[in-house]
């Protein structure tokens, strides 16, 4: 986590009047390097750990390099984002954005796209090509108490963790609502950042992973896995009484 501070509104009218100095000059600037210039301006302007929100049309479809059709005079989308220095949200309607107009994406388009939700994606392509191809991903979720949801995961591990008697590596992906430290609790896994949502992964060029592992979590929308396993209600009644999760079989 970081420390928060908010740019004032003379603070935040300066950044803009300077990203669209910058923008004049730069109109093909990478979006990566954007985000980078307006961070280190707003640092500046309002100190470490500040974040603000930019929700001018103009400026989001700067930044982001992205293009709309909401107002058929403009090519704006309606759209604000969240800028700070490990965060950098866009908050859209996902039915703006169909599976047919991301696959449309050329290479760079999806790069935006998935530095729109990854921080350090350098870091994160690291962290996948570690340990050779039998990577297994893990999607946890926000399931009962904290000590409960730690021994269920664990348990997927110990099940699940190995391919063919081949001990694997296994990745962690949190859900975005999950407050497990899995960093703490699986010290020996790789843990990605919880805050983007799993179907970026779709977009990482040459990214597959033999096995993805699942209790809840819907994961038809996802490409970049082999095998699937989808653990359900069986699985959970381990855990705890079954009402809790078969509400839909007691209606």
Same mark, same amino acid.
């Given at each position: 986590?970081?420390?928060?501070?908010?740019?004032?509104?003379?603070?935040?009218?300066?950044?803009?009047?300077?990203?669209?100095?910058?923008?004049?000059?730069?109109?093909?600037?990478?979006?990566?390097?954007?985000?980078?210039?307006?961070?280190?301006?707003?640092? *500046?302007?309002?100190?470490?750990?500040?974040?603000?929100?930019?929700?001018?049309?103009?400026?989001?479809?700067?930044?982001?390099?992205?293009?709309?059709?909401?107002?058929?005079?403009?090519?704006?989308?309606?759209?604000?984002?969240?800028?700070?220095?490990?965060?950098?949200?866009?908050?859209t309607d996902q039915r703006k954005v169909t599976a047919e107009q991301a696959e449309g994406?050329?290479?760079?388009?999806?790069?935006?796209?998935?530095?729109?939700?990854?921080?350090?994606?350098?870091?994160?392509?690291?962290?996948?090509?570690?340990?050779?191809?039998?990577?297994?991903?893990?999607?946890?979720?926000?399931?009962?108490?904290?000590?409960?949801?730690?021994?269920i995961f664990r348990d997927c591990i110990e099940q699940y963790g190995e391919i063919n008697g081949e001990?694997?590596?296994?990745?962690?992906?949190?859900?975005?609502?999950?407050?497990?430290?899995?960093?703490?609790?699986?010290? *020996?896994?790789?843990?990605?950042?919880?805050?983007?949502?799993?179907?970026?992964?779709?977009?990482?060029?040459?990214?597959?992973?033999?096995?993805?592992?699942?209790?809840?979590?819907?994961?038809?929308?996802?490409?970049?896995?082999?095998?699937?396993?989808?653990?359900? *209600?069986?699985?959970?009644?381990?855990?705890?009484?079954?009402?809790?999760?078969?509400?839909?079989?007691?209606?």
């Amino acid at each position: 986590m970081f420390g928060l501070g908010l740019a004032n509104t003379k603070d935040w009218s300066n950044l803009i009047t300077q990203s669209r100095r910058y923008r004049c000059a730069n109109i093909f600037v990478a979006f990566v390097k954007k985000l980078t210039a307006l961070r280190k301006e707003l640092r *500046e302007a309002a100190g470490e750990g500040a974040v603000t929100l930019v929700c001018g049309l103009d400026d989001v479809v700067w930044l982001t390099n992205l293009r709309g059709h909401d107002n058929p005079l403009y090519p704006f989308f309606h759209a604000y984002m969240v800028v700070g220095p490990d965060i950098a949200l866009l908050m859209t309607d996902q039915r703006k954005v169909t599976a047919e107009q991301a696959e449309g994406l050329d290479a760079d388009g999806k790069d935006i796209l998935v530095h729109l939700f990854i921080e350090d994606m350098d870091e994160i392509r690291r962290k996948l090509e570690e340990g050779g191809p039998n990577k297994i991903l893990l999607l946890t979720e926000p399931l009962c108490g904290l000590d409960v949801r730690e021994r269920i995961f664990r348990d997927c591990i110990e099940q699940y963790g190995e391919i063919n008697g081949e001990e694997s590596v296994v990745l962690i992906k949190p859900h975005p609502r999950d407050v497990l430290d899995y960093r703490k609790v699986f010290p *020996e896994y790789i843990v990605l950042d919880g805050k983007f949502p799993m179907e970026v992964l779709n977009y990482i060029p040459g990214l597959r992973f033999r096995r993805v592992i699942s209790v809840f979590t819907v994961v038809h929308a996802i490409r970049f896995a082999e095998e699937i396993v989808y653990l359900g *209600e069986d699985f959970m009644d381990n855990y705890e009484p079954p009402e809790m999760h078969r509400q839909n079989e007691m209606i």
